[in-house]
């Protein structure tokens, strides 16, 4: 693998699992930091950035969820592959809801973890090569705009939105194909990769949030409007 300079965090208590990841990490390509407490690697995010975290749920000083949602909440995009061995599906949601990007559960195969690995930076990147070339950084509809690459915008009331890296990207994917149906199996497949969570559900939520940010009425939107049993389309217009 070419892998690109990419930079990855591992936040392990386990040094045994913590050495074998870095150790196949670094194979591949990877620069890799390694830290075994849920506020040292909060602390360490103070000082640095990197490209991928890959985050324990049961950690010392803070478990992972607590580390994932304090990053997200001081402004940290950077995406997120949980490891855990609690992997049932109420635990994956919670770590969705957390701000994670994908769920590994242990024990894991290694091939599949680097598999996995590899499938959130082509995401990411996928995402930020789109927002610098597919037309204009900013979407603006209806009075809201969204800065795609800051993750950020303004409603149509003059509230300031700060989006998660989720709700850009998904709003992204939709507004690519103005007034096209887009499934809710497609946007999963484009934003987490289609196995990671165990319902389309997720779509529904996230839309949810994004009609709370930017419909005037939520409950009878004109912009993410549902077609039932497929998916969503997106309209720009205020839907007179």
């Not at 809201?144 to 009331?157: H, K, L, P, Y």
Request: charge should be negative; hydrophobic fraction near 40%; charged fraction near 30%.
């Amino acid at each position: 693998m070419n892998a690109p300079a990419y930079h990855v965090m591992v936040v392990e208590d386990d040094p045994h699992l913590a050495a074998g990841v870095v150790e196949n990490l670094r194979a591949e390509g990877y620069a890799v930091d390694t830290v075994g407490d849920g506020r040292k690697a909060v602390e360490w995010f103070e000082s640095h950035h990197c490209d991928l975290l890959v985050l324990d749920v049961m950690l010392p000083g803070m478990d992972g969820f607590a580390v994932c949602s304090t990053l997200r909440e001081r402004g940290t995009k950077t995406p997120v592959l949980f490891l855990t061995a609690r992997g049932d599906a109420a635990d994956r949601i919670r770590g969705l809801e957390a701000g994670g990007d994908d769920y590994l559960a242990k024990p894991f195969h290694l091939q599949e973890f680097l598999l996995r690995v590899r499938a959130i930076l082509r995401r990411w990147d996928w995402y930020r090569a789109s927002a610098r070339t597919q037309g204009s950084d900013v979407l603006k509809f209806a009075g809201n705009e969204v800065d795609f690459r800051a993750f950020r915008g303004r409603s149509w009331n003059g509230e300031e939105q700060e989006l998660t890296e989720k709700e850009a990207m998904i709003l992204k994917v939709l507004a690519e194909k103005p007034g096209e149906i887009v499934s809710r199996e497609d946007l999963l497949e484009k934003v987490w990769g289609y196995d990671v969570f165990p319902s389309t559900r997720t779509v529904d939520n996230f839309i949810l949030k994004l009609r709370k940010r930017f419909e005037r009425d939520p409950a009878t939107p004109v912009h993410f409007l549902t077609v039932w049993g497929v998916g969503y389309r997106f309209l720009s217009g205020d839907g007179s």
